[in-house]
Nanobody, 126 residues
């Protein structure tokens, strides 16, 4: 059974930084794409970025240049480094995993991901 557990959320001031972690278990982590999404109150779940098994990344325009996704296959963990945070980045952040091994595609839509973590709250104060 695949499990994803996020951590690292919290309260930060505008302009600050946070690093989120997503620990995966239950399968060969290195073979699958991973992604981060976020959901603010009253809004749909929004794509943040994705990282393929090769290390290629795609980001939403709203976070490009500020956020970076990386992975440590030895630790079965994917990270989201968030810099220059803005109030509009406030949301619950979720990591997700695709179930197609060795996929080279970039997937922005939540239904393309089969496994989700429980989410971690990020609050950016003005």
């Amino acid at each position: 059974q695949v499990q994803l557990v996020e951590s690292g959320g919290g309260l930060v001031q505008t302009g600050g930084s946070l690093r989120l972690s997503c620990a995966a278990s239950g399968r060969t982590f290195r073979s699958y794409s991973m992604a981060w999404f976020r959901q603010a109150p009253g809004k749909d779940r929004e794509f943040v970025g994705t990282l393929t098994w090769t290390g290629a990344a795609l980001y939403a325009d709203s976070v490009k240049g500020r956020f970076t996704i990386s992975r440590d296959n030895a630790k079965n963990t994917v990270y989201l480094q968030m810099n220059s945070l803005k109030a509009e980045d406030t949301a619950v952040y979720y990591c997700a995993s695709n179930s197609a091994a060795y996929s080279l595609g970039f997937y922005r839509d939540p239904p393309m991901y089969d496994y989700w973590g429980q989410g971690t709250q990020v609050t950016v104060s003005p």
